[in-house]
């Protein structure tokens, strides 16, 4: 999705860093959000979720798709819950997750470029939901390209800093030399990011 605001300004409009890299990074900014005045409880309510809907990148009809999902869905949990699991499951989301991209839009792109493979099979569509035990793989003639050999060397360095560990999501399992992601549960709550207020997004959209 393309946004017709600088992405800074995105930031500086919602009060948080919408994209995950220092370049938005807001801590030292020695300019105020552009948000100051006192909102109502409605205001908070789509702040909450135009913030959530900046950071996955979806467009307001994606977003609703999947509140919409959430509120029919039969499986265990709350609406808010199911919500972000579906939410958290998109692949280009995952990928992202697993450090294989340094942004949600860097991530999409990968996708879309068909540079992965899910279970196998050559996919490019960043919308796809991934179930528990798939697999994602980088595509074997990617390995070598640049891109992916600085990456190996990031993970690699990462990974010996932190235990070995490449993620900090419990729900998948990363190999950093494979280049392999596998999805081991569904995520819970506890590994949703604390920034996205989830029940606030429903309550807007239950009105």
């Avoid at 946004?3 to 409009?13: E, S, V």
């Avoid at 990928?95 to 990968?110: D, E, G």
Wanted: proline content about 2%.
């Amino acid at each position: 999705m393309r946004y017709t605001w600088p992405k800074k300004k995105l930031c500086r409009r919602e009060g948080v860093n919408l994209f995950g890299t220092e370049k938005y990074d807001l801590t030292d900014s020695k300019r105020a959000p552009l948000r100051s005045r006192k909102t109502s409880e409605f205001g908070t309510q789509l702040r909450k979720k135009q913030i959530a809907k900046r950071m996955y990148g979806l467009s307001e009809k994606q977003f609703l798709s999947y509140f919409k999902k959430a509120q029919k869905s039969t499986a265990e949990g709350t609406t808010w819950e199911k919500m972000l699991q579906l939410l958290e499951l998109r692949i280009d989301n995952v990928v992202y997750r697993a450090n294989f991209a340094r942004t949600r839009i860097q991530s999409r792109q990968f996708v879309s470029h068909a540079h992965f493979t899910l279970n196998g099979v050559k996919i490019d569509v960043p919308s796809i939901s991934v179930k528990v035990w798939d697999v994602i793989a980088l595509r074997d003639k990617l390995k070598e390209s640049p891109l992916y050999k600085s990456l190996l060397e990031e993970l690699e360095e990462f990974s010996k800093a932190n235990k070995w560990k490449v993620s900090a999501c419990k729900w998948i399992d990363v190999d950093s030399k494979k280049l392999t992601i596998t999805i081991k549960a569904l995520p819970t709550k506890e590994d949703f990011e604390q920034i996205i207020d989830i029940q606030k997004i429903v309550e807007f959209y239950s009105k």
